[in-house]
């Protein structure tokens, strides 16, 4: 096994949190879009930040 591969997602697609939040696409990317949710966008893509959201909902990772 790779070191790669032994590193823990960093972040999620817009879509992906979208599903774990159970929320719409749309809204999802306007959470996004106001800040209300930790992301980054690079090369046209949101990325949301996969430590700093399980942070806001109390689920923190060991």
Do not use: D
């Not at 070191?3 to 972040?11: C, D, E, G, S, W």
């Not at 992301?39 to 923190?60: Q, S």
């Amino acid at each position: 096994m790779s070191a790669v591969a032994k590193v823990p997602q960093l972040t999620l697609s817009v879509e992906e949190t979208s599903v774990l939040l159970g929320s719409g696409l749309r809204q999802t990317y306007e959470a996004v879009r106001r800040g209300e949710l930790p992301a980054v966008k690079l090369g046209g893509r949101w990325y949301v930040k996969r430590a700093e959201l399980l942070r806001m909902f109390g689920l923190e990772e060991a």
